[in-house]
């Protein structure tokens, strides 16, 4: 499968403050793509070197082969970003917004299309009205609308969920979904890590400008952290051999560490030895949450 | 060419869809000063043997709301765009630099003609200013309003807040335009302060523009269409290589 987005090496810098550390990162083609990271982590600096918005002090960044700065203007027809910041121009309509876009793209008699967006998204009834009188979550809405007017192969969307009510945010995923399905790469960040952990397949994480983390969903889930085994015991005592596993100890249930389903076994046979009787078992499994959690403290000093 | 197109119908619409602010409020400036103005000298001026002063006057004004108007709108067009942060919505097309240049300076020379229309159509009723030469007027309509709706993109792309617009404003574009010839015939100035006019492009501008009207003027209409034209190639030409550095758009 070919390559969709590839960054090499880009570094940028704000005065004293090194945004971009030298990130090296493929998407291939049909991906949906998790960019994640604390505040502040560069995801959006990177997107903006993406879009040609910012410009990366050294390294390169490709759309499906055209360079974001030699060939600007093939690789901006194949992408289509959803900036972070909600921003709208207050003197037209939803659909002379996404008219214009859609000329600016070279797209003269893109009604159909508009008319299918403004559907998909929940904004046909508001299509006449002034931008200015949409609620934040309908400017949301225009604004995914105008990031996907030229039908671009690469759709990239920065926190589109931030603040957004979960209406929209059905809608909104829905609809990705469909064109993921189509074929479409979608990259998205965003802070609800149980959304990324739903959507996308690969995932990557990023940390004070360095790439901390880049896996298929389940490689990183099933080697950034082990299971949980959460038992409760009775007489409430967990023998001094299990000691050393224990995660946690909430509610009258002992968490305890279970590296694989094989030791399982000799755990079982431990606590019978001394004579524990096991009254409820679940195994958990790990969340992307705590994977997340898991990799920034790590990688921490 | 389709983004070129959009980009100029935008920036038309935008201030059509205020016209009252946009086109009507400087007409009706423009006739005030000239009510006033023509009240005042009209008995104690006269710049050309023959031409009254109201009607001398009528070009001038004519020609000052242009080159105000045409700054103000690729100015405030911009400085609004990167304030609000609307502005990514044009940079993240595939415009060329060439079409974003010629989208925002065109649409402003649309604004900088309809209200120079229009105050030549509301003052000509109160002196007839002869039009004698239609091409030389068209020509210097369009030209000046290039240089300024270029300024106003430069200032545009350079400020970052409305206050630093407005000293470029007051400081910069205002005493051009007042210090041109707009209410006076530089003849009747010291030499020294005639001096300092020849070095103003603005004078330029309004001396050619008021030759297409009465056939007279203080320099040779070819060398006022030299000077304005060449000053349009060379702000044309800095422009263009600012936004192709990216200068203040680009992080
Ligand atoms: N235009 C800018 N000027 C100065 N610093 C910036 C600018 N843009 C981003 N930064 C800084 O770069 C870092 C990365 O920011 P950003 O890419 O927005 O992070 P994220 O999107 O992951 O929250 C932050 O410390 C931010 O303050
Ligand atoms: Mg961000």
Same mark, same amino acid.
């Given at each position: ?11 940028? %810098? ?163 979904? %469909? ?39 389940? /490689? ?19 023998? =001094? ?11 009258? /249930? ?17 606590? %019978?030895?001394?004579?524990? =009787? ?24 | ?84 942060? @609307? ?82 404003? @007051? ?28 070095? @103003? ?51």
């Amino acid at each position: 499968m070919s390559v969709a987005i590839r960054f090499s090496a880009v570094k940028k %810098r704000f005065g004293e403050l090194e945004a971009l550390k030298g990130i090296d990162l493929e998407v291939r083609e049909g991906e949906f793509f998790a960019l994640l990271g604390p505040n502040g982590a560069g995801k959006t600096t990177l997107i903006s070197v993406l879009g040609g918005l910012t410009q990366a002090d050294s390294g390169k960044a490709e759309v499906l082969g055209s360079d974001v700065q030699r060939d600007y203007r093939a690789a901006r027809r194949k992408v289509g970003i959803v900036p972070q910041e909600l921003t709208f121009d207050p003197f037209f309509t939803v659909r002379e917004t996404l008219q214009f876009q859609s000329g600016y793209f070279g797209l003269r008699r893109n009604h159909a299309w508009i008319d299918e967006l403004l559907e998909q998204l929940g904004l046909a009834s508001k299509a006449d009205a002034n931008m200015r009188s949409l609620s934040g979550g309908m400017k949301r809405r225009v604004m995914v609308a105008q990031a996907l007017v030229h039908k671009p192969p690469v759709i990239v969307l920065d926190e589109p969920t931030a603040g957004v009510d979960v209406a929209l945010r059905q809608t909104l995923w829905a609809f990705i979904q %469909r064109l993921n399905g189509e074929g479409h790469t979608i990259v998205l960040t965003t802070h609800y890590l149980e959304e990324a952990e739903t959507l996308c397949n690969r995932i990557a994480m990023l940390k004070q400008g360095e790439l901390v983390a880049l896996d298929d969903k389940a /490689a990183l889930m099933a080697s950034h952290s082990a299971r949980v085994l959460s038992l409760r015991l009775f007489p409430d005592v967990l023998p =001094a051999a299990l000691q050393p596993l224990l995660v946690s100890q909430e509610g009258g /249930a002992y968490q305890l560490k279970l590296d694989d389903c094989g030791t399982l076994e000799a755990m079982l046979a431990t606590l %019978r030895e001394a004579g524990v =009787a096991v009254q409820d078992m679940e195994i958990l499994k790990p969340d992307l949450e705590s994977v997340f959690l898991d990799v920034m403290g790590r990688k921490r000093g | 060419m389709q983004g070129f197109s959009t980009l100029f119908y935008k920036e038309i619409l935008r201030f059509w869809k205020v016209s009252f602010q946009t086109v009507a409020a400087p007409v009706l400036t423009a006739v005030l000063y000239l009510l006033i103005f023509s009240h005042v000298l009209e008995s104690h001026v006269e710049a050309y043997p023959g031409v009254r002063y109201t009607a001398f006057l009528i070009p001038g004004l004519a020609m000052m709301s242009m080159l105000q108007n045409a700054f103000a709108n690729t100015s405030s067009s911009l400085i609004q765009s990167k304030i609000t942060g @609307n502005i990514v919505y044009i940079l993240l097309p595939p415009l060329s630099h060439l079409e974003f240049f010629l989208a925002y300076v065109l649409a402003a020379v649309v604004r900088g003609l309809v209200v120079g229309s229009g105050v030549l159509a509301v003052t000509m009723w109160l002196a007839w200013p002869e039009f004698k030469y239609p091409l030389w007027i068209l020509a210097f309509a369009l030209l000046g309003s290039s240089v300024m709706a270029i300024l106003g993109l430069i200032a545009g792309i350079w400020a970052e807040k409305f206050d630093q617009l407005a000293a470029f404003q @007051n400081f910069i574009i205002v005493p051009l335009t007042f210090l041109s010839g707009v209410f006076y015939s530089i003849h009747s100035l010291p030499a020294f302060w005639l001096g300092v006019s020849h070095l @103003n492009p603005v004078f330029y501008m309004i001396d050619g523009f008021r030759y297409g009207f009465f056939g007279a003027s203080d320099v040779s209409p070819w060398l006022s269409l030299a000077v304005v034209s060449g000053t349009v190639v060379v702000l044309a030409a800095f422009t263009l290589q600012l936004l192709r550095t990216g200068y203040k758009l680009k992080h």
